[in-house]
């Protein structure tokens, strides 16, 4: 089969649908078995073609799409493609990696993909502000940190994310996130969140947790210890449509 009659094919089934929804039920499927498999949603480029939008799964070194393991196309037919041979052919652009929990993004757009509304939300909610990030080594707390009022016992094991949001020249809001040190569970979390008073519920605390998950390409969790107040309101809301993630952090943010 040559190179235009195999992308003819791709396109059309791409455009029905079928490369997203397969990729999405085989990264579920692989985290219910616990394995470490990452769901890659991208822009590609084929020889010969025009670029579009595709999902594929990366397990150990290789790239499995719809295309190559069910119709059965290419000549890595059933057994997918090597990671460099498939980047090297398809050159993905606009790449979104997604290696945590994905069913509240099915929920939230009613579909497996692509997710490109995720950037249009942000952008949206954001207008009118100025939106600052920059990325800083990890850390023990009280030097990673603008501030140093924390346990220095707390380690953050890998790169620290500033994001803020300025409004005329000042700034009216930020958090730092990074992932937390197996000790505190490991996971992604955000902390130092502020918001100036005149520019609460407006979305901007919401809006910067999606530019984190955009930018760690994993999703935020509750931190560690009891949460109080406004937070727990917050994180009630955020984790709505995930209910297995919400009762798993029951005794952080308590019940409604």
């Known amino acids: 089969m040559n190179v235009r009659h195999y992308m003819n094919i791709v396109e059309s089934e791409t455009a029905g649908g079928q490369c997203f929804p397969w990729a999405f039920a085989q990264y579920v499927a692989a985290r219910a078995e616990g394995r470490a498999v990452t769901l890659v949603h991208a822009r590609i480029t084929p020889p010969e073609s025009r670029p579009f939008w595709h999902a594929w799964i990366e397990d150990r070194g290789r790239a499995y799409d719809w295309q190559t393991m069910v119709a059965g196309l290419s000549r890595y037919a059933g057994e997918g493609w090597p990671l ?25 757009f009613g579909h497996t993909g692509p997710w490109r509304a ?18 800083v080594g990890g850390g023990p707390y009280s030097d990673a940190l603008w501030t140093n009022d924390g346990d220095g016992d707390w380690a953050f094991p890998g790169e620290m994310l500033r994001v803020t949001v300025e409004f005329e020249g000042k700034e009216v809001a ?6 937390l040190d197996q000790a505190h569970g490991g996971h992604l979390a955000v ?3 502020g918001v100036h008073p005149d520019f609460r519920r407006k979305g901007l605390a919401r809006a910067m947790y999606d530019i ?45």
Not at 118 to 135: A, D, S, Y
């Open 118 to 135: 995720l950037i249009n939300i942000v952008e949206n909610r954001l207008k009118g502000f100025r939106i600052r990030t920059k990325w």
């Open 191 to 193: 902390f130092n969140v």
């Open 212 to 256: 984190v998950e955009k930018k760690f390409h994993d999703k935020v969790l509750p931190y560690p210890g009891n949460e109080g107040g406004a937070i727990q309101d917050f994180w009630r809301n955020r984790l709505k449509d995930d209910p297995e993630t919400l009762n798993s952090y029951r005794d952080n943010i308590g019940s409604s």
């Open 84 to 108: 460099d041979a498939f980047y090297e052919t398809y050159a993905p652009i606009d790449i979104q990696r997604f290696n945590g929990p994905v069913g509240d993004l099915r929920r939230k």
């Open 174 to 179: 930020g958090l730092v996130a990074s992932y």
